[in-house]
């Protein structure tokens, strides 16, 4: 009989992983140094680092379950700070059924863990169906990255945030999330967190893929969004807001938001208030390639496509002053624009355009961690740290593209793809 599945799959889904693994291999990345060293070893108990070191300087305890990766550099798992897992760059607009949705998500999360991708903040879904892919991942029933998600976005009327017209005419009233006022905005955040979010994604800007909406134009006044950062963080949650224009991003950041996503039209005295304010960018500056030449062919309307023309380029501009202002920036790809599985793609553009290689891992771990303020348990290769754990051939502070061939990968201990 074929097997249309591999059998690696039922091993990582259904085994429980070994309780010690002793785990070496040729070379080891330490993000926040930006060294590589040689002959690793890390020992993993329960999902854990609990040893970490040289090869030499601690052996193999007894009894525990041995994994080498003689010609492989292994560093911690890439963090992807802006996808879309329940969608896709063709089901996009056709597919607003939860319930498909949430099906969409569960190809995705497994294409995204397989490329290396062990956390994602999932910045964007409708009605809770990242809640449900999240807490699936979460309880074993399917393989994915653990997921940090903020449910519908929370924004105006006609905004690009769960508001756009290109919804069916059933979903024609308001979107799900759509506010008036603070106190609107306020009681929004709260329903996202009764409904069990880990962060609270506005929009204060329009958007490329949202009909009518333009670039450059505020959305949300900053009481409103202030109203919104002020609940989240009361209730302990981080807040991510869309903006391409130069207002609309001065005005999250006014508001006390946290992580910036696409920051497209970014000037000095911009970059000048998000230093100050120590505000994350996340910049999705690879997808625009992708939109451009199969956008057409996907069915992403005219409206969008010339929308992405004025903006590509720019962002790119604004990246690599970012960059040379020190901003602390992370990876985010905006995976669902392009399909799920190719977010290493954007590494080799952030050093194209000004980081190092180093920069640009870190940009994808111990950054985005950081920004996630998750960075005690994610993030680097440290004792106490979740074992997530990725090897490619080769060593990526030499050429960032092996990170596109990711052919080891361990969450929480537990091998995924590579033994
Ligand atoms: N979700 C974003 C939007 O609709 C995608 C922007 C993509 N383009 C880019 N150059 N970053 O606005």
Known sequence: MALWFSPLSVIAQDAKPPQTVYLTAKGI????????????????????ITNIGSATQFPAPAGATK??????????????????????????????LEQREVITGVANARKTLMAGFTTVRNVGAARYSDIALRNAIADGDIPGPRMYVSGPPVGIIGGHCSDDTYSPPEDNKYGENVA????????????NIKYGVDLIKTCSTGGVFSKGTVLGAPQGTVEELKAIADEAHARGLKVAS??????????AVEAGIDTIEH???????????????????SMDIYNTEYTLSKGKENGVPEESLQKEREVGTVQRESFSNAVKANVKIVL???AAIYPHGDNAKQLSRMVEFGMNNAQAISAATNVAAQALGKDDLIGRLAIGYSADIIAVKGNPLDDITTLEEVSFVMKEGKVYKGQ
Not at 29 to 47: C, F, H
Not at 69 to 93: C, E
Not at 263 to 281: E, H, P, Q, Y
């Open 332 to 334: 985010g790809t905006d």
């Open 29 to 48: 990345v330490d993000p926040v140094t930006g060294l590589y060293s040689q002959n690793p070893a890390i020992l993993i108990e329960n999902g854990r």
């Open 242 to 251: 869309h903006a391409h224009g130069t207002i609309g991003i001065q005005n």
């Open 263 to 281: 920051a497209s039209f970014l000037d000095d005295k911009t970059i000048r208030m998000i230093k100050k304010n120590g505000v994350f960018l």
């Open 180 to 191: 008036t006022g603070p106190w609107e905005m306020r009681a929004r955040v709260r329903k």
């Open 67 to 96: 994994i080498d990766l003689p010609d492989q550099t292994i560093m911690p798992g890439m963090i992807d700070m802006h996808v879309h897992l329940t969608s896709s760059p063709t089901a996009r607009r056709q597919n607003r």
